[in-house]
């Protein structure tokens, strides 16, 4: 497994083999992790709900709770991490994946590289481990940083013929925050299209054929994505 920071293109193998980038988001995609309310709700069951300091984590996490090493730590995933947690319409797919020798297979997370430890060990414990593992070392850039990440997958993988991709942040997801940047899913379309149309002239061949797939928002966190939107208002 590869880990790199945003755009570091160090060490990465160019197989002209490859035919096809397989792409997956981690949280709510790969895996189901808890949210934030859950969090809150686990941490006053294990009186971990304070910091060294008696502060109140909810303050701390304001905003920032996918950032934090402790989202990612027991008892919010647990050591190992349990099964339970995979999502079993795409994991599926991984699998599938990873077993074409064909195909690279890539997660994508805007998790910050500073966890790279904590998230390592939960792949690990899943047997999720990908060609490549791409984390995010700019906060609060997730989306720009994406696109960047993929067009130097592109650059780095010129042969490859397909690309499909899985993402929970959506037209719903973004629907229920009220933050159209929240539809990754549609910037990965666009971005696709563009770079079509970029390479119009050139042979019929190296059009990319792409595929990025919306993963339902759970039932469980739409309540919860509602009045995370009203707050705002």
């Given at each position: 497994m590869q ?6 293109s160090d060490?990465?193998v160019?197989?002209k083999?490859i035919e096809?980038i397989d792409?997956?988001?981690?949280d709510?995609?790969l ?5 934030e309310?859950?969090a809150?709700?686990l941490?006053?069951?294990?009186n971990l ?12 996490w304001?905003?920032?709770?996918w950032d934090h090493?402790?989202s990612?730590?027991?008892?919010i995933?647990m050591d190992?991490a349990?099964?339970s ?17 064909k195909?690279h ?5 805007g998790r910050?590289?500073t966890?790279h430890?904590e998230?390592n ?6 047997n999720?481990v ?8 700019i906060?609060?850039?997730t989306?720009?940083?994406k696109l960047?990440a993929?067009?130097?997958l ?11 991709m899985?993402d929970?942040?959506g037209?719903?997801?973004?629907q229920?925050t009220g933050?159209p940047e929240?539809n990754h899913v549609?910037a990965?379309k ?14 019929r ?6 595929k990025?797939?919306?993963i339902p928002v759970r039932?469980d966190?739409v309540?919860?994505l509602k009045?995370?939107?009203k707050?705002?208002?």
């Amino acid at each position: 497994m590869q880990f790199r920071k945003w755009l570091k293109s160090d060490n990465v193998v160019r197989n002209k083999h490859i035919e096809k980038i397989d792409i997956f988001d981690f949280d709510d995609t790969l895996v189901l992790v808890p949210s934030e309310d859950e969090a809150r709700t686990l941490l006053h069951k294990y009186n971990l709900w304070a910091d060294a300091n008696n502060k109140p984590l909810a303050k701390k996490w304001t905003g920032l709770y996918w950032d934090h090493a402790a989202s990612l730590k027991p008892p919010i995933f647990m050591d190992p991490a349990p099964t339970s947690m995979l999502n079993k319409e795409v994991i599926s797919k991984f699998y599938e994946s990873k077993r074409d020798k064909k195909r690279h297979t890539v997660i994508m997370t805007g998790r910050p590289d500073t966890l790279h430890n904590e998230l390592n060990r939960i792949l690990k414990d899943l047997n999720l481990v990908p060609d490549e593992l791409i984390m995010v070392d700019i906060v609060g850039e997730t989306m720009s940083l994406k696109l960047k990440a993929l067009d130097k997958l592109l650059k780095e993988h010129p042969h490859v013929k397909e690309i499909e991709m899985w993402d929970d942040r959506g037209s719903k997801k973004a629907q229920l925050t009220g933050n159209p940047e929240e539809n990754h899913v549609k910037a990965f379309k666009d971005f696709l299209t563009k770079e079509n149309n970029a390479r119009q002239n050139k042979d019929r061949a190296y059009f990319l054929k792409f595929k990025v797939n919306e993963i339902p928002v759970r039932e469980d966190r739409v309540e919860e994505l509602k009045r995370l939107n009203k707050k705002k208002d």
